[in-house]
Structure formats: C-alpha cells, structure tokens
C-alpha cells in the first residue's frame, strides 16, 4: 500500500541554524500539507499546497518558513532560523480524497 | 471558526468494555469529520470520516462513529476494547466544508486498555 514518507525521524539542531524536514508525498497525490504537534498539545496546521504554489497557510507559518517541491516527488519544509518553540513533531500529508499522514520527523532545537 | 473538542486526554478501558470517546465540533457550516489513530512512533491512520449521507459511519477494526448535528458531535464507540486498541485518536474537522482544505485537531485522547 502505498504510504507518505518523512526523513529524517528525528532532527537535533541548535537555535538559529537552517532545518529542511524531507516528504515524499503518495505519488499520484495533488495536495501536499505540512502540519506540527507541540509536546502534549494538538496537532495544527501550517500549510498546504497545490499545483506547486501555496494554497493556505496558517498564521503560524511566517517568514521563516517555506516550502517547495523540488523535484516532483520531494515536497519539503525549511525553517530558516530555527526558534526554541520550533522543537515540536512535524507531519507531512497528502491529498487526492482523503488526507494521508507520514509518520512524523521530531524536531529539537536545543 | 472552526474547533474541535476532545473531551478527556486520557481514557482507560478494561479489555472487552465498550470503548466510547467524544468529540464536539463548532461550526457556521456541517463540516466534514474525521477519526485518526496515531500508534507509538507512527503517524496518523484514518479510522473513519463522515461527509455526507448516512451519519453512522463505520471505520476500521471495529470503530464506529455517529454524525449528531443537534449535538454537535461526532463521538468514537466501539463495542468491545482490545489490547491492541491502545493508542491515541484524534477528531478532526476540514475546514471551508470542502476537500482541499486544512483539517482542524482536536487535542487528542489517549486510550489504555486493561487486561
């Protein structure tokens, strides 16, 4: 069965440095979405994307956040200077029906 | 705006009991709603998801969930817990109504089954 992949599974870095978080989406998919779950609260969305633009994101995604799809199978998610209240685990999904989710990269910036 | 409510982060259950976790919707429009499990490690399975028609809706392993628009809710039940139930699950609710949109969480419960 076909599934949504994320690399890494986990991600240590330090406040202020460059993190890009890796999905490949489900390969016949359209919609791509990035959402996070900080420790012991909901998960929220970022954004989602469609027809390699950004079609929504939430007031969370700022500046310091973007996405792209590189290559037409990759679809990423950088954060440029990473915050301590950036450490949280992050979902990619995937979309032609029904969301997908993959199973999660955990960020922690130290 | 939309929110969803998830009545207790933590509900426990001996194994064979029935298996009940509630979840409230807020809403101007009838949403879509959806169930997710997130197993240890794992990302978030789709258990089940109301659209439109029949507001029973059936999912995997057993779970079920009713669509009450008088109530505003769209609570988890199964009959009889299994070991293997143990997880957390999630509410969901898609925004505009439509397909392409975001999904809203609720904050989640965790279920322990007892043996």
């Known amino acids: 069965e076909p599934e949504v992949t994320q690399t890494p599974s986990h991600q240590v870095t330090q406040m202020g440095q460059e993190v890009i978080l890796r999905c490949v989406p489900i390969?016949?998919?359209?919609?791509f979405y990035w959402y996070r779950q900080i420790l012991g609260q909901k998960v929220e969305f970022l954004v989602s994307f469609y027809n390699n633009e950004i079609s929504e994101k939430s007031e969370i995604f700022d500046d310091q956040f973007s996405v792209e799809r590189p290559d037409g199978s990759n679809f990423t998610l950088k954060i440029r200077s990473t915050k301590l209240e950036d450490s949280a685990m992050y979902f990619c999904?995937?979309?032609?029906?029904?969301?997908?989710f993959g199973p999660g990269t955990r960020l922690t910036v130290t | 705006a939309q929110s969803v409510t998830q009545l207790g982060s933590h509900v426990s259950v001996s194994e064979g009991a029935l298996v009940l976790l509630r979840c409230n919707y807020s809403?101007?429009?009838?949403?879509?709603l959806f169930w997710y499990v997130q197993y240890p490690n794992q990302g978030l399975q789709l258990l089940l998801k109301?659209?439109?028609?029949?507001?029973l809706v059936k999912g995997i392993n057993g779970f079920e969930a009713e669509f009450k628009k008088s109530e505003t809710s769209f609570h988890l039940t199964k009959p009889s817990a299994h070991m293997s139930d143990a997880a957390e699950y999630f509410c969901?609710?898609?925004?505009?109504?439509?397909?392409?949109?975001?999904?809203?969480f609720g904050k989640g419960t965790k279920l322990s089954v007892k043996p």
């Open positions: 109301y659209t439109t028609g029949a507001t």
């Open positions: 390969s016949n998919h359209l919609y």
């Open positions: 969901a609710a898609l925004s505009h109504g439509g397909s392409q949109g975001n999904l809203i």
């Open positions: 999904a995937s979309m032609t029906y029904e969301q997908y």
């Open positions: 809403s101007s429009v009838p949403p879509y």
